[in-house]
């Protein structure tokens, strides 16, 4: 069973457009982090929302962090080529002993 | 250079032989991680250590043995791989627990058991 439900599990969209990326639990989470993988790479960590409601930007991305803390999303605003990869979204479940449990991942295609 | 790093980047080993990863940090992190990484998954945590000869079991670590003799090292060791083994190994490393449970990655292993 995967605490961590993400969606869409594929996405490819031209250049220029908007994009949103889900990532659901019936958990509460202490916190929440987005990291991005390219093939042959090791994931990197984009952002950690620790606040119910919070909601950080990164240049083009924006972050959301659900009120209940159960959920979060990833906006991208004119998604570009160099936005291709694997978005996984990880979160630390209340009292889970210092571990993260990740999702299965978004592939991201940004077709130019 | 500075960071994470791994080796082997790939291998392939036979059914029933040992094989051992190596993860090699240099930030003097508190905890490390082994994760496996196949389609459908995502990444599911093996073990992980929070210091020095400190080590504990993760979702999936059935097969699998780690040691952390030194704070920068944490191998993983399958003890007679079988082919559901066959996966990409993720090492990562993360300071001093506070709110943020901010992970580091490496490059990857990626094990092919034939």
């Known amino acids: 069973t995967q605490l961590l439900e993400q969606s869409p599990q594929f996405l490819s969209i031209q250049e220029g457009e908007n994009l949103t990326v889900y990532c659901n639990s019936s958990?509460?989470?202490?916190?929440l982090q987005w990291y991005r993988q390219e093939p042959g790479e090791g994931p990197v960590l984009l952002v950690t929302v620790v606040t119910g409601g919070e909601v950080k930007k990164l240049k083009r991305l924006t972050f959301q962090f659900g009120d209940a803390r159960k959920d979060s999303s990833l906006h991208i605003t004119a998604a570009q080529p160099g936005d291709t990869g694997l978005y996984l979204c990880?979160?630390?479940?209340?009292?889970?002993?210092?571990?993260?449990?990740f999702g299965s991942g978004t592939q991201l295609t940004v077709l130019p | 250079d500075a960071g994470i790093t791994q080796s082997p980047r790939y291998k392939i080993t036979e059914t029933g032989r040992q094989v051992t990863l190596m993860c090699h940090q240099t930030w003097s992190h508190s905890y490390m991680f082994w994760y496996r990484q196949d389609l459908g998954h995502g990444l599911r945590l093996i073990y992980y250590?929070?210091?020095?000869?400190?080590?504990d079991k993760g979702e999936v670590p059935d097969g699998y043995v780690v040691s952390r003799s030194k704070t920068e090292n944490f191998p993983l060791t399958l003890e007679s791989a079988t082919r559901s083994q066959t996966s990409v190994y993720f090492c990562?490393?993360?300071?001093?627990?506070?709110?943020?449970?901010?992970?580091?990655f490496g490059p990857g292993t990626r094990l092919t058991v034939t």
């Open positions: 990562a490393s993360m300071t001093s627990p506070s709110r943020r449970y901010e992970q580091y």
């Open positions: 958990s509460v989470f202490s916190s």
């Open positions: 250590s929070a210091a020095a000869d400190i080590t």
């Open positions: 990880a979160g630390e479940i209340s009292g889970s002993a210092r571990q993260l449990t």
